[in-house]
């Protein structure tokens, strides 16, 4: 799996968008980049993956540049709940076999 | 989306008993699961595949005669640490792949004391 570089940390004020970057430069043409985050002292939660083209949920945006070398992961209105470690993974989406591998992450403050 | 239940969520033991912690998958079946172990302020790191009817796969370093992983059910995996000792002390994750996305357990926050 291609290897992901987050910035260790970030702030954001509650009530604005918080974006995340990822770069992925080694990214395959069929892997995916997923995002997942940790609350503290919980299992990390799924929030959005992609392959070339934006996507959108309930949770989130993910903005994937046309040369699929990084993205963006956009919480649209921060609120304090979303403060946790967010991380970027890139993977091949079919290989249900194979454990996903986390990097350091990006350690999210949504400050009041 | 699917649920995976893992219990119990943290547990307080002696040097030298043993701990079991249980993994459900709660609305699909799981051939595998992944068994992960997560130390303060770091990310998690792999400790063990978790194959049903068959052998666990353990990570280098990852000693599989203290970390004993049963899978005998398609919705269940368990992990016993046994002979705990204080360094075993950590935050325990399972997970599983129902599809292209992978679903964690609330995790199991273990202290020996």
């Known amino acids: 799996d291609a290897k992901t570089t987050q910035p260790t940390s970030m702030d954001c004020a509650e009530g604005r968008a918080a974006n995340l970057p990822c770069n992925h430069s080694t990214i395959s043409g069929n892997e995916y980049v997923y995002w997942y985050r940790q609350i503290h002292s919980q299992g990390p939660q799924y929030i959005i993956h992609?392959?070339?083209n934006n996507e959108t949920n309930e949770m989130a945006s993910l903005i994937i540049t046309e040369d699929r070398k990084s993205s963006t992961l956009i919480l649209p209105h921060a609120t304090l709940r979303d403060t946790a470690v967010y991380y970027c993974?890139?993977?091949?989406?079919?290989?249900?076999?194979?454990?996903?591998?986390f990097g350091p992450g990006t350690r999210l403050s949504v400050l009041p | 989306g699917a649920v995976v239940s893992q219990h119990p969520s943290r547990v307080i033991c002696k040097s030298g008993t043993s701990v079991k912690i249980e993994c459900r998958s709660l609305?699909?079946?799981?051939?595998?699961m992944f068994w992960y172990r997560q130390f303060p302020k770091k990310s998690l790191m792999l400790m063990a595949t978790?194959?049903?009817?068959?052998?666990?796969?353990?990570e280098q370093g990852v000693e599989k005669d203290k970390f004993l992983i049963n899978h005998a059910s398609l919705t269940l995996s368990t992990l016993t640490v046994t002979s705990a000792h204080p360094e075993d002390s950590s935050f325990y994750i399972c997970?599983?792949?129902?599809?292209?996305?992978?679903?964690f357990g609330q995790g199991t926050r273990l202290t020996v004391v």
């Open positions: 992609g392959l070339k």
């Open positions: 993974i890139v993977r091949v989406a079919d290989n249900y076999g194979q454990n996903f591998v």
């Open positions: 978790s194959n049903e009817g068959s052998k666990a796969t353990y």
């Open positions: 609305d699909f079946q799981a051939t595998t």
């Open positions: 997970s599983a792949n129902p599809g292209p996305t992978a679903f």
